[in-house]
């Protein structure tokens, strides 16, 4: 007789198999734990960073525009499209925030003004400080131009806990994704997307923040075996 939950658990068990086998596997494109000296693949375009006790130190030391201290590496790679960039930060002094860019293009100082100018995007970790996002993360498109920088999406004041944060930001496509300690908080699809460049990190003002554990890795795109099986799974599901 024919028994139709074997064959169902056997599909599944195969499904399971080709999601396994034929999963992509993730490529990586730049790793830094700063047990040494700064890497040569980093660029200081808002000079003020140092590598001490397995940190990056980031912080402009005098109100001396322009402000910020920030460093990228593959500024403008057109090879750098859909990848996780992935790091710790810790905010150490008074203005508890971060910076951290992707997919720059282009970037350089701001003329007799704080922060850089870039074509790509900028998040902006704050901890427990009076800007006025207290706890929250925030999203901003950057033009390359001087006062066009757009904010995207801010995640609710409150979501981020006490630093440091272990940050994970997936660049795929026009979508992007925000996770904070393991929990999405920031999921965003831009209509007029940036879709290739390097990464950043860095601190505001002359504040300081610290940084370790970089990690930057391709999202490979699921192979024929996963595809399969993923269909093989939702036709059961269906069944079922």
Same mark, same amino acid.
């Given at each position: ?39 040569p ?8 960073q ?21 460093a ?25 925030? @971060? ?9 350089? =100082?701001?003329?007799g !003004?704080?922060? /850089? *100018?870039? #074509? ?38 409150g ?49 300081? @923040? ?9 999202? =490979?795109?699921?192979? !024929?075996?996963? /595809? *399969?099986a #993923?269909g ?9």
């Amino acid at each position: 007789m024919f028994n139709t939950t074997k064959w169902s658990h056997a599909i599944c068990a195969a499904a399971l198999v080709a999601l396994c086998a034929g999963a992509a596997t993730a490529a990586t494109l730049f790793e830094d734990h700063f047990d040494g000296p700064l890497s040569p693949e980093w660029v200081s375009v808002l000079p003020n960073q140092w590598v001490s006790d397995g940190w990056l130190h980031c912080r402009k030391p005098v109100w001396d525009p322009p402000l910020d201290a920030v460093a990228v590496t593959h500024d403008g790679d057109q090879s750098w499209t859909d990848y996780e960039f992935s790091f710790i930060a810790d905010p150490v002094t008074s203005v508890q925030m @971060a910076l951290a860019y992707i997919r720059t293009n282009g970037s350089r =100082p701001r003329t007799g !003004a704080s922060g /850089l *100018l870039t #074509l790509g995007y900028r998040l902006d970790f704050h901890g427990d400080d009076q800007s006025g996002y207290p706890n929250a993360l925030v999203l901003y498109r950057d033009a390359g131009v001087l006062g066009e920088d757009l904010v995207l999406a801010a995640a609710v004041p409150g979501c981020i806990p006490a630093a440091p944060w272990h940050v994970d930001i997936q660049a795929q496509g026009p979508r992007i994704r925000v996770a904070v300690n393991g929990i999405w908080l920031l999921d965003w699809t831009d209509p007029n997307p940036i879709l290739s460049g390097g990464v950043g990190l860095g601190s505001i003002w002359t504040e300081e @923040a610290r940084f370790d554990d970089v990690l930057v890795q391709t999202i =490979p795109e699921p192979g !024929a075996a996963t /595809l *399969l099986a #993923l269909g093989a799974l939702t036709f059961l599901r269906r069944r079922g």
